[in-house]
């Protein structure tokens, strides 16, 4: 089963301007999470969707938003970049059975640069 | 105080050796306990995850739970350089794929 991709891997962007970044979960996955790993902070939760909702939001600005498809594929915005925004954005999918045995699995991230 | 604490490190040790790695954390209402391996420019991988309080073994690894102490271990026997890594704790209070709170890591070098 391939696993979860992220593109790009890499993006360099200035100050003031947006970001779009994509996740494509595991096959038959219709859960996704965000996150943001900085050294300071280390790994802090965004948000995460189910079925084309959100379902949980983490202490982020609005200034970050998401959204999910049909296909579970998802994007996360990021508007009016500051400096602060440069870090490691990993996406998460899981399957979301009853039993909480399925638990998340990480993708290798897109790493955000902001100039 | 932060919800999760885990010393950074780094944590330098010779082949073969038995690696301890810890977290503690605050929030009593964690039931769920996971630790994830984190490689250079690589997204975190699942290597054990425990319900509430108790031991679960695989392999080379060991996680432990001791909620009255609210403090979780990771204990890799016979460690070798291919286990050099970030190694992050996370829990969350519900099961599955709701959010998790993770710790900061703590960068391991296990030197042949």
């Known amino acids: 089963k391939a696993g979860v991709t992220q593109t790009p891997r890499y993006l360099i962007k200035t100050r003031g301007q947006q970001v779009t970044l994509s996740c494509s979960p595991i096959s038959g996955h219709r859960s996704v999470s965000w996150y943001q790993q900085t050294p300071g902070q280390g790994l802090q939760f965004l948000f995460e969707?189910?079925?084309?909702?959100?379902?949980n939001k983490g202490n982020f600005p609005g200034r970050f938003s998401g959204r999910q498809f049909s296909n579970s594929r998802s994007e996360m915005n990021v508007s009016t970049l500051e400096l602060g925004d440069s870090a490691l954005y990993l996406c998460?999918?899981?399957?979301?059975?009853?039993?909480?045995?399925?638990?998340?699995?990480f993708g290798p991230g897109t790493r955000l640069l902001v100039l | 105080q932060k919800e999760v604490e885990q010393d950074p490190g780094p944590l330098s040790v010779p082949e073969g050796a038995i690696v301890s790695l810890n977290c503690t954390y605050s929030n009593s209402a964690f039931q769920y306990f996971m630790w994830y391996r984190q490689y250079s420019r690589k997204g975190p991988e699942l290597l054990m995850y425990t319900y509430s309080s108790g031991n679960k073994e695989d392999g080379r690894f060991t996680a432990q739970v001791d909620k009255s102490s609210k403090y979780i271990s990771l204990f890799i026997r016979d460690s070798q350089p291919s286990d050099s890594a970030t190694y992050l704790c996370?829990?969350?209070?519900?099961?599955?794929?709701?959010?998790?709170?993770f710790g900061k890591g703590t960068r391991l070098s296990v030197i042949a």
């Open positions: 969707y189910f079925s084309e909702t959100q379902r």
């Open positions: 996370a829990m969350s209070p519900s099961g599955g794929n709701t959010p998790l709170v």
């Open positions: 998460a999918s899981s399957s979301r059975l009853t039993t909480w045995e399925e638990t998340q699995y």
